[in-house]
Each structure stands twice: as structure tokens, then as C-alpha cells.
């Protein structure tokens, strides 16, 4: 377990203010579990992207990871946990509740991806608005293999953002993308060392907090406008599909083969 101050329990996400508060990192901070998402993530980070969308002070929000993962994505046991009826039906919002607050956060939204991003750790991105990678940082979305559904509407948002092939190989397979192939495929904007990957990113957040807030602001509203409908229609597809397909034989075989390596 990471420990925090005073030998309690580290906060499973920790906030960084740079530039006077103009630049705010959001760091997942569940190390032990590759960042992976449980309640506690989704919650912590949601109530930090909706922090700042409220702040007149901040102007770019940095998402990143702690330690060798940017996330691993869902936590696994959590989703067995609901698969099986351990949690209630509460514990899913905050997948939804994430996706609402980045599908509608009106500011520059950039990623800097310190290592393997994994199902959500993938998807996020294409909700990111600017995306550096650490060179030696790997994607890859594991749906097909779960025996669960495409999620956060990239049924909708990888072909869109690198083409069907590109997508589709992506969704059947869960094969690897390493960084230079991210670049390619218009996910990231550029890889960079991984010592220097947030530092570079910071670089970049500032010359976006040096122009007039209402004017960035406006171009990321038009921007979000020109796929929003589309976004909330592939999310509303992808849940249903999801009800029907989690839970289900091959789903159930899935958590259990990869329950000794998922999450906490």
C-alpha cells in the first residue's frame, strides 16, 4: 500500500498546481494497482476535473499516472465484485460520472501518459485534447478478451480519430500500440523520453495558459460541439450493450482467468 502523510493511506489522486494555479496536474495515484479505476479513483478524479472546470484560476488540467502506468483501467476485481452482485449497482456510476465531467469539461484537456494505458487508460485519451507519451509507453484495449463491449464511445471516437482499420484491428484483437504508432494514428501529438514526457507537457500547457481564457475556452466548446451528439449516442450504445453482455459465460471465464493479475 502507498502511504501518505502522517503513515495513512495516500490519496488516490493528488492534485498539482503550476503557473499560479493556470496549470493543474491530476495525478491517479493507486501505484500498487497500475491506477486502475475503483470507486475511489472515479470519484476522486471526477471531483477534480469538476473542480476545475469551476476555478477562474485554472486554464489547462494535465491528467498523468503515478509510477509505471498511466492506468491499467478498470479495476477488475471491482468489476467482478458487481458482476457478481458483492456490490450494488452505485458502484458503476462513477464510470458514467467520469465520462460526463471530461465529455463536457470546457477546457484544453491534456495527457501525459507515463506508461501503459489499458482499457480506460486508452479510451480516456481520445477525450483528451492533447496527447504526449513517454516513448516507451504501450495502449492497448482488452475488451474482445473480457468479453465485454467497446467503452467511453471509442466504437465512435478510434475510427473517427485513426480510421476503421486502425479501430477495428484495436477493438477485435487488443493488440499492443506503442507510442511512435500512437503518433501515427492521431491519438498522441508526440512521444518524448520519459524523464522529460511531463516536463514537455508542461511546456505545452503553458503556452496554452498564456492566451485569453474565454477565447481557448470558446474554440474547445466549438470543438466539442462538432461530436458531442455522436459521443452521447455511442456511449448510450455501448451501455446497452453492455448490460446484455456483462455477466455472461465468456465474461465471467475472463475475470476469473485474469483475476490474480487485475486491480488492487
Same mark, same amino acid.
Given at each position: 500500500?502507498?502511504v ?10 493528488v ?26 479513483l472515479?470519484?476522486?478524479v471526477?471531483?477534480?476535473i469538476t473542480?476545475a472546470?469551476?476555478? +477562474?484560476?485554472?486554464h ?9 502506468a ?6 477488475? !476485481? ?6 457478481t452482485?458483492?456490490?450494488g ?8 460520472g467520469?465520462?460526463?465531467?471530461? $465529455? ?20 480516456l485519451l ?8 513517454a ?14 463491449p467497446?467503452?467511453?464511445?471509442? +466504437?465512435y ?13 484495436l477493438?477485435?484483437?487488443g ?6 504508432e ?5 491519438i498522441a501529438?508526440a512521444?518524448?523520453p ?17 492566451a ?7 474554440? !474547445? ?33 475472463a ?7 487485475? $486491480?488492487s
Open positions: 500500500m502507498t501518505g502523510p502522517g503513515g495513512g493511506p495516500a490519496p488516490v489522486v492534485v498539482e498546481d503550476h503557473e499560479d494555479g493556470a496549470v493543474r496536474v491530476v495525478r491517479f495515484n493507486r501505484p500498487d494497482a497500475r491506477n486502475a479505476f475503483d470507486g475511489a472515479y470519484d476522486a471526477t471531483g477534480a473542480d472546470a469551476a476555478s +477562474s484560476a485554472v489547462v488540467v494535465v491528467l498523468t499516472g503515478t509510477g509505471s498511466f492506468s491499467a483501467g478498470q479495476d477488475l !476485481k471491482e468489476m467482478a465484485r458487481i458482476v452482485g458483492q456490490a449497482p452505485e458502484a458503476a456510476k462513477g464510470f458514467r467520469l465520462l460526463d465531467a471530461v $465529455g463536457c469539461f470546457d477546457k484544453p484537456l491534456l495527457a501525459a501518459v507515463n506508461g501503459v494505458g489499458v482499457g480506460l487508460g486508452f479510451t481520445a477525450h483528451c485534447d492533447l496527447v504526449l507519451m516513448d516507451d509507453a504501450r495502449l492497448r484495449v482488452p475488451f474482445a478478451e473480457l468479453g465485454v467497446p467503452e467511453a464511445a471509442s +466504437s471516437l478510434f475510427p473517427r480519430t485513426m480510421g476503421w482499420q486502425r479501430a477495428a484491428h477493438l477485435f484483437t493488440t499492443w500500440m506503442g507510442a511512435p500512437a503518433v501515427d494514428a492521431g501529438l512521444h518524448h520519459a524523464e522529460s514526457l511531463l516536463g514537455e507537457t508542461l511546456a505545452l500547457a503553458r503556452v496554452i495558459a498564456a485569453p481564457l474565454d477565447a481557448v475556452m470558446t474554440a !474547445k466548446r466549438l470543438l466539442l460541439a462538432t461530436r458531442s451528439a455522436e459521443v452521447a449516442a455511442a456511449r448510450a450504445r455501448e451501455d446497452a450493450a453492455f448490460v446484455e453482455l456483462l455477466g455472461s459465460a465468456a465474461n465471467l471465464a475475470l476469473e482467468r485474469f483475476g490474480s493479475d487485475a $486491480g
